[in-house]
């Protein structure tokens, strides 16, 4: 089993910034895709951004220039920053590991971007 913890949720102004990070504990493979999804009230949940242990990164196109992922395998740990916010960005974020064929979820945490 895989536990992932998330950090760096909040709230912020339109045009600021945030870091978010997910560190994974338990059973971790060295092949793996790991990143962050969203879900804001109404919508459908969806990827924001990911990364495989070869640090191969894919963006969701709305976040394209804005957003960069990185990791720190030595920490087993992915970030997220998070530059020029929008209020679109509200959401809450759910961290994402998947290896072996197997996917797992942080708890979520809430990103709100309001004036």
């Known amino acids: 089993q895989v536990q992932l913890v998330e950090s760096g949720g909040g709230l912020v102004q339109p045009g600021g910034s945030l870091r978010l990070s997910c560190t994974a504990s338990g059973i971790i493979y060295a092949i793996y895709t790991m990143g962050w999804y969203r879900q804001a009230p109404g919508k459908q949940r969806e990827l924001v951004a990911a990364i495989t242990n070869t640090g191969f990164p894919n963006y969701a196109d709305l976040v394209k220039g804005r957003f960069t992922i990185s990791r720190d395998d030595a920490k087993n740990t992915v970030y997220l920053q998070m530059d020029s916010l929008k209020v679109e960005d509200t959401a809450v974020y759910y961290c994402?590991?998947?290896?072996?064929?197997?996917?797992?979820w942080g708890q979520g945490t809430q990103v709100t971007v309001s004036s």
């Open positions: 994402w590991r998947s290896q072996s064929g197997v996917d797992y």
